[in-house]
């Protein structure tokens, strides 16, 4: 009995075992089954993303060499004015504070000249004696050559006459001894007296000259004495503006301090360092064969004068005036820029170039060959652009020649067929693929992702 329950046991085992497999494989059949009658999928290629830009193809032109310098602008004429005497301020000029503006021969202030006026009266009534000592000692001159001519004559007389009494007593002892020698006393006495004269008269001469140097001296004086009177009224020895002022009424001033400073603002001047390169290559300066100057032609040069005073600048002609000097440690050559106020009236709404203000100077050099215009925001701070070649983004090395208005001239190692791209890019990576478009195709496409929130 057990037998027959175990064999029966073990052929249902079989049986469900078989079953199973049965299972197993019609399952596996119709998997691949399906799997044979799916069709395959397609792969995904790895597509790069395009950056949509536009750009203007490269144009070469001829362009003359703009040379860029900077500089910071002052006054050709700048005084410190200070009183040539020492004295109290009675009076000022109102416009007389900094900033304020004072045409030529206005007074800037006034002096007490009291002292100085009674030293003037002084002078004059000395100068009044002196000429009538002078007149004096010439008349007594006179005089007293008249004088001497009598004594003269009057001592050759005595001395005849003497002579003639020594003469006959000695001889023909006729007369006496004691009229011999009163006749001798007198011719003496005579005699001395003219030689008293001759010297007075020599000193006549002596004296007038001295005479003549005390009223010389006493001329000067006046003179001095007057022209203090009026260096008490000091006026502006040319029209401009007051930089500094340190003065007031009542205050006692000396001779030398310095009182106010003045600044003819007419004429504005700006040195601008130029490098070897910059000014000898692309300005071509040379040297000048008159030995005048350093260089030749200086006052034909171009030149533009920009402030740097944010948005709005004042962008007037200038002049190269002068040679300033060369620095042989930096090898830097300075150039006078001059600045007339007058040809700010073409520009009557721009900020003026003032004493202070930081400039920019574009000065015209020679004409160069192969020159690019492309706008103003095309080129990058660092002197380079963004070309577009074979549909890649590549950043060429550019110098700069000329600005016109708002469009520049560089020059650099152009390929044919490069275009410059003109949309303003943030770090964009070398080489990435370029989709170059028009302007109306970009403004569409910004159009399309401003209301989408996607780029096509």
Known sequence: MKKKIIIRFSMRGMLMGLVCCLVIASGITGMSLLAADKPEPHLQKNLEKSLSVTAIPVVKQDADVLVIGYG?????HLMEISPQVSGRILEKNETLEQGGRVEKGDLLFKLDATDFKIKAEKAAIKIKLQENQVGQLRVSLEKDQGRLAAVIQNTLLSKAEFTRLKNLYDRDRVGTLSGAEQAEQSYNSLLDTQR???KTIALYPLQIIEA?????DARSDLKTARLN?????IIAPFSGRITEESIEVGTYITLGTSALTLADDRVIEIQVPLSDKEAFERLGLRKNTNNKSWFSNLQKIDCRVETMTGKVTARVPGSVHRTVKYDPSSRTLYLAVRVNREALAHTPD???VMDGMFCKVSIRGKSLTDAVRIP???LNSDNTVYLARNNRLTTLPVVQIMEEGDALFISGDFEPLDQIITTSLSNPLENMLLDVLGTDDLKKKAEYTAQTGVTP
């Open 72 to 76: 910071q602008a002052f006054p050709v």
């Open 196 to 198: 008293k004269m001759e």
């Open 212 to 216: 003549q140097n005390n009223l010389s």
């Open 229 to 233: 009177v009026k260096r008490c009224v």
């Open 350 to 352: 721009a900020i003026p």
């Open 376 to 378: 103003e925001s095309a």
